[in-house]
């Protein structure tokens, strides 16, 4: 399952700031040579101006805001998960480290390009060089972490769905005993997937000193990146988040009935199983989070695929603007687990709390400081016997 996982899920996410790669390809099919989607004089709703408006209000403040934040907390998160205090089980430790370190990769790989995008019209040849280049080396890059985040999300509700139903038998599985094996082939299997989209495009310098990323001869070979599209944004996106609903539906349901059964067993009385409860209900804050960020991505790209016409077509401005929310929807989600992991479970609450308490600080400082007056006194004892000595003499 853990394998077959993996093929499903290799590439969900989409760069920020730039154009999917899958909608890009479809679009250079259904018009070539067209620059942009939004001509001089459009037909949609909205105007030109307008568009432009709340592009530079989503792309170039709020995505790039966000995004800050939720690096910082992927940190946080990280650092918290990583201390020797933390009391959460190791392999629920491990899947939510590597949750906030892919995040992390891929909220940092999107400032990037948010930067060049906003730093385009003051220096457009070294901006577009670096666009192109991007393009081929960075974008990979970027949909890997997010793809691998995305993968982590179905691997934590499938654990939380075993460990809830088979107690017994989850905790000789490979998912608790050996956290990393199922880290490593996803991480892996991104890493080949990838590197097809790598070899999709190719930088060119325009004859006006610019640059460009145009589709290689290897993309263009028998529709390429058509099918591939297609088969991105159904399986990729689509499955995850079916299998992720699935694995969620079928936990609460378990959680239910094994909350029925206790209680008519105790008869009310508590049965010490608080600390499972938090960690199961923390990985599903995060799992259902997932779900509602991913699905209007996939409803997007499915609709570039349907309806291509659409992006050049008098409804352009609306899908455009549509995207644009659907991508910050996918920055949102990689930038909320600290928010998830705070609302959700206690523990986190006191680990988190406890690290950065001010007491600590304190008492840090006064140990630092008595530390530096007992050296003070030792320095002022041997000086004081060494005048005595030379007195004596």
């Known amino acids: 399952m853990t394998v077959l996982g993996c093929f499903v899920l290799l590439l969900t996410g989409s760069a920020v700031m730039t154009e999917d790669i899958f909608t890009t390809a479809i679009s250079v099919i259904v ?206 996106q689509l499955l995850p988040a079916f299998l992720v609903s699935s694995f969620n539906i079928g936990t609460i349901g378990q959680l239910y009935i094994a909350r029925r059964t206790r209680k008519a067993m105790s008869q009310g009385r508590p049965t010490g199983n608080a600390a499972d409860a938090q960690a199961t209900r923390m990985l599903l804050g995060v799992a259902i989070f997932f779900n509602i960020c991913v699905i209007p991505s996939f409803v997007l790209g499915l609709m570039h695929i349907v309806r291509p016409d659409w992006r050049v077509g008098e409804e352009r401005l609306l899908i455009s603007t549509a995207t644009m929310f659907g991508m910050l929807l996918l920055i949102i989600n990689s930038s909320s687990n600290i928010f998830v992991f705070i609302c959700t479970s206690g523990r986190f609450r006191e680990i988190f709390i406890s690290l950065f308490k001010k007491d600590k600080f304190y008492k840090l400082f006064e140990c630092e400081e008595s530390i530096l007056k007992r050296s003070v006194s030792y320095v002022k004892i041997e000086h004081q016997l060494k005048y005595t000595y030379y007195v004596k003499e």
């Not at 959460?88 to 995040?103: E, G």
């Not at 997010?146 to 460990?163: G, H, K, P, Q, T």
């Open 31 to 236: 018009s070539e040579g067209q620059e942009s989607i939004i001509p001089s004089a459009p037909k949609g709703m909205m105007t030109k101006a307008q568009y432009e408006k709340l592009s530079f209000a989503i792309n170039k403040v709020a995505q790039p805001a966000i995004g800050v934040l939720g690096m910082t907390g992927n940190i946080l998160g990280i650092i918290v998960f990583t201390h020797q205090e933390s009391k959460l089980t190791s392999s629920i430790r491990v899947y939510l480290t590597a949750l906030c370190a892919t995040d992390l990769i891929f909220l940092t790989t999107s400032l990037y390009e948010s930067v060049l995008e906003y730093m385009q019209p003051y220096y457009p040849q070294s901006i577009t060089m670096l666009q192109a280049y991007g393009r081929k080396f960075v974008q990979p890059i970027t949909k890997g972490a997010r793809a691998s985040s995305s993968f982590l999300v179905v691997v934590i509700a499938m654990e939380r769905f075993l460990a809830i139903t088979y107690p017994l038998g989850a905790n000789k599985s490979c998912f608790k005993r050996c956290p990393f094996v199922p880290i490593t082939i996803v991480i892996a299997c991104n890493i080949i997937f990838c590197t097809f989209i790598a070899l999709s495009f190719e930088p060119v310098q325009q004859p006006d000193s610019t640059w460009k990323a145009v589709i290689s001869s290897f993309a263009k070979q028998g529709n390429f990146l058509k099918v591939y599209g297609i088969v991105a944004e159904v399986l990729y």
